[in-house]
């Protein structure tokens, strides 16, 4: 998934405000509780800290006394640690009243599979031992393998602690979901090698795919089971299929993916042998299986589970009371002189949709929102131009506010292009019409807020209220939307929220999630649409139906508004937005020449960086460069032997993911920054990070040995102004080369100018006396956002960053950002400043490496790249 630089669709909610789940994670969405002995196999792998408490990331099967079963990708966390315990028994992991059967062990040996490759999903499978056996018992017992190639089973079931959906924590309460079987010739349409990094063939023959019939989501707990329950006389014994190993973010209707067991019987037993364990050549023969652990499996006719686990689910009606969505907010007026039912619906940190209708009141406009994290004034506000007050089209309106939103409780509602017919829409009752058991005690006129289902009308069958059919003279036009029932309510009943929105109610209301009392309830949609804008309508649209706007209709004059419009100096002109490298075009003094990127007419630019005169042709990235100027030959072969370090990599067969990073230290060897390992004699770091220091060395992370090596250059770059931090970037020469393994090697150049990876990796040492690396998955934005709130100009040479769950993005100064392909390849993205005094920014700007390839390439001896990358 690769975003644009800059914004250039309102279409963009997908990408613009994307959830993160970390590692793809496939996880138990909306599952039911699971009972205290239905999986007695069920293991929490967790990871002890310092102060004695435990993380439980993923889930493992006990298939032996002494043995668990797991993902490969569960062997390490996001610092490259192991973990050390696992926990059975146990229903509620932060709750003591099920502790009863707990039973806890450390982990002794790991052993992944072999052809496993971190950043890459093909054989996730792993073995871990533990200390000594479990004590077997109903709630403690190791399940059995399905060894046989052919699953034909029509349902399984996915355990795990896994997150119930995004935006929320893990669960402490053991899960479980049924799941249904995929052919994995359907399955690659949702995970071709295109789509998810680490899939540089596609599905594999020892992948499974697996989806919930009812929701449509990933399931499972990383590492944890899918199974089925065999019968054999009155007992159920409990055959795992497959190991969860990733999904696509759950919530977004695609399945699971599980790692085959049968495949792997072979290395699983030989493995177990190979650490100790005595067992026999039958020991996962099903017969066998089943009647070893025969007196701890469930009775098919008794009922040994804890009863206290009851589930209920509320029944779904028309009208029923619903806190509205975080996206909703309430139009107010200075001295709360204004209408009490005017509301408008956000689409962006600082943008609210409304209708026209509501952005005055006796002539006044519209003061502030009001919303859960408090008010925030309206700084503009764009009327539709076509909008005559009391008409119904052209009914709409935006506002923009005086500062950012924060996005971490808050769902947007989306703009989406196409026209659906939606089904829901948002109002105000009396409490005591929804909840009186005893009158007149009861007595109630306080509101609620109420979520109406309703039904989209035609332009015959549509009925509207006498009072509002002056404004709709020439019938329902085609950006109107009329919707509603024809059953009457009690007066009082339901009253529209004016300018909130109408949606579609399967994919707004999947599920709701429940965070700290006193926070906003989030809806359980990623993407909640906005398909029209509430006008007009009483009693909710019932009896006499609702009017509303469709912004579909009026996506250009939108775009107009909302999209940035192109930055530059009068004396830079931009020849065409479509003409690209390689195109005829005339300089501005008129001399013939082509469509050139920057590093390959270096004369002209740096021309243009005294006199401000140039003419670019689509971008400030490409400049129309005179015929002989063109540096067409030299750079051209310097760069296609850059990229032949995709190749090399793949060959070393990396071992972990510090291999291209170095440790930059001055001359007492105290900690600089971190520069990326470009070829065996450069190293690229940020020029902020050095100062005026000339003396200094460089450390490699992932190499055992921690040789230093001296630095014989430092090369900054020549526009680098330490004002606004604006190319910021260096090289350092090192004085001998390094020499490759796959634990030292480089980082490879990410190269494309006008887009770059959705989800990016920002990479920085936890602590700068040892090697450990923290990795942490940011989003990238476009820069018009940056711009909002940065003093200084964001440039095309910056990338912006967010981490969606703060508010604000502060992160140690001179961090990387990387990106890994589908082989596992890593690319280096940017490289960020100094951010010391970072504490109030909403996102974080680094330097993009794809701006300065020109320059990294010209500043790189032929000889150099050849031997690097041979």
């Known amino acids: 998934m690769m975003l644009p630089n800059e914004r250039t669709s309102l279409d963009d909610c997908s990408s613009r405000f994307h959830q993160l789940v970390p590692s793809l994670k496939a996880a138990p969405a909306s599952g039911a509780l699971a009972l205290i002995k239905e999986f007695a196999h069920m293991g929490a792998i967790g990871w002890t800290q310092s102060d004695g408490s435990v993380l439980w990331h993923c889930g493992g099967t006990l298939i032996w006394v002494d043995y668990v079963i797991t993902a490969a990708h569960c062997v390490v966390d996001d610092r490259n640690v192991r973990p050390d315990t696992v926990r059975f028994g146990d229903l509620n992991l932060e709750s003591d009243s099920d502790n009863e059967y707990a039973q806890q062990l450390k982990i ?7 052809l496993h490759r971190f950043g890459v999903k093909y054989h996730d499978i792993a073995l871990m031992k533990l200390e000594r056996p479990v004590r077997l018992h109903d709630t403690v017992c190791p399940a059995c393998l399905w060894i046989n190639d052919e699953i034909r089973f029509t349902e399984l079931v996915a355990t795990g602690w896994g997150s119930t959906g995004y935006l929320e924590t893990h669960t402490p309460a053991l899960l479980k979901v049924s799941l249904k079987p995929m052919k994995t010739e359907q399955c690659e349409a949702f995970y071709s090698k295109e789509l998810v990094r680490g899939l540089k063939s596609g599905l594999h023959e020892n992948h499974l795919c697996a989806f919930d019939e009812k929701m449509d989501t990933c399931e499972g707990d990383s590492g944890g089971p899918l199974q089925i329950k065999l019968l054999h006389h009155r007992r159920l014994t409990p055959f795992v299929v497959a190991v969860t190993s990733f999904g696509l973010p759950c919530g977004q209707s695609k399945p699971g993916v599980y790692t085959k067991i049968a495949p792997y019987q072979d290395w699983i037993l030989a493995t177990m042998r190979n650490t100790g364990a005595m067992v026999e050549d039958d020991i996962f023969n099903a017969t066998f299986c089943a009647l070893r652990y025969d007196k701890f499996r469930e009775d098919l006719y008794s009922s040994p589970f804890n009863q206290t686990h009851v589930s209920v689910f509320p029944k779904k009606e028309h009208i029923y009371s619903h806190v509205h ?86 769902r947007p509602a989306c703009i989406k292009t196409s026209i659906r017919e939606p089904d829901t829409v948002f109002g105000v009752g009396r409490k005591d019409l929804y909840n009186c058991n005893q009158f007149p005690d009861c007595i109630d006129p306080s509101l609620l807020s109420l979520e109406v289902y309703v039904k989209v009308k035609n332009t015959t069958s549509c009925l ?69 804008l509430v006008q007009i309508g009483r009693d909710c649209g019932y009896g006499e139906h609702l009017i509303a706007t469709r912004p579909q209709s009026h996506l250009k004059w939108m775009e107009r508004i909302l999209l940035p419009k192109p930055v530059g100096a009068d004396s830079v002109q931009f020849l065409d937005s479509i003409r690209s490298e390689g195109d ?110 000339t003396s200094i060395t ?12 001296h630095v014989d250059k430092v090369i900054k770059h020549y526009a680098y102004n330490t004002t606004d931090y604006s190319s910021d970037i260096a090289l350092l020469r090192l004085t001998e080369p390094l020499h490759w393994s796959p634990r030292l090697h480089p980082f490879c150049l990410w190269t494309n100018r006008t887009h770059s990876p959705l989800i990016v990796e920002m990479m920085h040492p936890i602590d700068t006396n040892d090697t450990n690396i923290k990795f942490k998955e940011v989003l990238t934005m476009y820069n018009s956002d940056c711009q909002r709130t940065h003093h200084h100009r964001v440039r095309d040479s910056h990338i912006c960053v967010k981490y969606p769950y703060w508010k604000f993005t502060c992160h140690r100064s001179h961090s990387i950002l990387r990106w890994e392909d589908f082989d596992g390849v890593p690319y280096i993205v940017g490289l960020s400043t100094d951010t010391r005094e970072c504490e109030s920014w909403y996102y974080m700007t680094f330097s993009r490496t794809s701006a300065f390839v020109g320059w990294i390439v010209d500043n790189i001896d032929e000889d150099e790249i050849r031997r690097s990358f041979k």
């Open 464 to 532: 509207i209220p006498q009072e509002f059919r002056a404004r709709f003279q020439d019938g329902i036009a085609s950006d109107l939307i009329c919707a509603g029932t024809d059953r009457f309510l009690v007066p009082g009943a339901c009253e529209l929220k004016i300018g909130s929105s109408i949606s579609s109610v399967d994919k707004v209301f999947t599920h709701h999630l429940q965070i700290p009392e006193g926070d906003q309830v989030v809806d359980g949609d990623i993407y909640p649409p906005l398909d029209g």
């Open 325 to 410: 969505p975080s996206y909703i907010a309430k139009l107010m007026w200075a001295g709360n002189d204004g209408p009490q039912h005017c509301y408008g619906v956000i689409v962006d940190e600082n943008t609210i949709l409304t209708v026209a209708d509501c952005i005055q009141y006796k002539g006044v406009p519209v003061s502030y929102i009001s919303h859960p994290e408090g008010m925030i004034n309206v700084a503009k506000i764009h009327v539709h131009p076509r909008y005559v007050p009391g008409s119904g089209y052209n009914n709409i309106a935006i506002m923009r506010l005086e500062k950012l939103l924060s996005f971490i409780k808050i």
């Open 108 to 114: 002794t040996e790991i052993r992944r599979h072999p």
């Open 584 to 693: 005829l075009c005339e300089d501005e003094y008129g001399l013939p020449g082509r469509c050139a990127s920057i590093s390959r007419c270096q004369r002209k630019w740096k021309q243009y960086g005294f006199t401000g005169l140039a003419n670019f042709c689509s971008s400030s990235s490409v400049i129309c460069c005179p015929n002989e100027e063109i540096d067409k030959d030299g750079w051209n072969s310097k760069h296609a032997m850059l990229e032949k370090c995709s190749k090399l990599v793949n060959v070393l067969l990396p071992e972990n993911s510090n291999g291209p990073m170095v440790k930059i230290l001055d001359n007492s060897s105290q900690y600089l920054c971190m520069g990326a390992i470009v070829t065996d004699k450069t190293i690229l770091t940020s020029a902020s990070c050095l100062g005026s220091r």
């Open 698 to 709: 460089v450390q490699p992370v992932g190499d055992r040995i921690k040789n230093i090596h």
